[in-house]
């Protein structure tokens, strides 16, 4: 969720001058996150989720001559911003997270020092009122962030049965009341009226809600699920994980930013489970030397926005970030 961009000092070798700057947003955990990288001058990298550029500006600043950053973007706005920056160490194609290795394969990457994934929705993403995301614009229900493939969320809404519908709005919205909004749902779509905009969809959810936390619209959680499943977010996630493992060479850094706990879950397993690789019962009769070895390392603990940032930036205020370091390569 790339949220902004600040301006670093460029390292003496590099001139920063060709690297236009974006003001209107906010990069949720700038330093944070690049720190995590822990970056070499001459590294290479890969910022899975370039948005608006912040993350990839910084790390620019912190690299030599002989130093390499790939970016990549389902969005296409997103892309149009990284091919401002006229710079011979940068490189941004248009990719989806599981198509990591192939960006890889393209550009004869073996192995990387580190790699960003910031995850989410950004902010140019909802206050684009046509682009569907949000409640607070009626606009056509669209709702994917890579706007050449896959179907839009009307066109999911048309054909989806009550039970899955009833299911995506659970899981993936971690709504409550998510029985009656699909069956309200599926009630306006069977009565005739196909939900094709922002506003009739929200106005159909609030009717089936009858209880809203202070301070939040009915619709939030309904208009995350079906993002989410519209653009199989947690399903890329999962995809792009085991693909960093085999990129980072050793001492490489993983550093994700997560915004909610569906995938902050998802990211801290994976981890996990890869630190945690010879889980065995102590007694168990197997030599120490061919156990399986740890492949990822955490790094610290999760980091979330200091008090500060979430005053400037409130959207920023779910945000967590883990690290991780490769520490074998079988």
Known sequence: MSLGATSAPATASV????????????TVLLNEAVDG???KAGGTYIDGTFGRGGHSRKILSKLEIAGRLFAMDRDLAAIETGKTITDARFTIEHRHFSEINQLATQNNLTHVDGILLDLGISSPQIDEGERGFSFRFDAPLDMRMDQTRGK??????ATISEQQLGKVIKDYGEERFAKQVARAIIKERDDGRAITSTGQLAKVVASAIPKVEPGQNPATRTFQALRIFVNQ?????????PQCLSLLAVGGRLVVISFHSLEDRIVKRFIQNEQNRDDLPANFPIKAKDLPQPRLKMVGKAIKPSAAEIKLNVRCRSAVMRVAERTATA
Do not use: D, G, K
């Open 15 to 26: 001139s920063l001058a060709t690297m236009p700057f974006v003001s209107t947003h906010i």
């Open 152 to 157: 839009t969320a009307a066109q999911l809404l």
């Open 233 to 241: 977010e947690l399903e890329e996630l999962s995809l792009i994980l």
């Open 37 to 39: 990288l822990n970056i």
